[in-house]
């Protein structure tokens, strides 16, 4: 990836690499040139109100310090909504940006556009 990476760093293009919640694999990341991880959330939303959340969401919040520590900027996204985006923000302070268009249309298709960003930025409130 390294060749890839400088490739696209040298075209002024941020590198951001989608990556499991793995505390241990967020410098390996920076090293190959990385510039932000997306940590991969599917795993917490469907642990969301179950036994496991917790450890779930800790294992996020450890990757996402792991990251930050080791130089990175942090997002993250899939599956995030409504119901688990507060929770996660606040667990997981490091994430600068989450990824939540496709549970955004969707809000805003029930609720229109106006109502749904409302919602949204009130969300980690």
Request: hydrophobic share 55%.
């Amino acid at each position: 990836m390294r060749p890839l990476i400088a490739e696209a760093k040298a075209l002024g293009v941020r590198v951001s690499l989608f990556m499991d919640a793995d505390a241990a694999a967020m410098p390996l990341a920076k090293a190959v040139g990385a510039d932000r991880v997306e940590l991969y959330t599917e795993p917490y939303a469907a642990a969301w109100g179950k036994p496991e959340q917790a450890a779930v969401l800790r294992r996020f919040a450890e990757a996402a310090e792991a990251a930050r520590a080791a130089g990175l900027g942090v997002n993250a996204g899939h599956d995030l909504n409504l119901d688990n985006l507060a929770a996660f923000v606040r667990a997981a302070p490091a994430v600068q940006e989450v990824s939540i268009g496709h549970a955004f249309v969707a809000e805003a298709l029930e609720r229109g556009y106006a109502e749904a960003v409302r919602a949204y930025l009130a969300a980690p409130a």
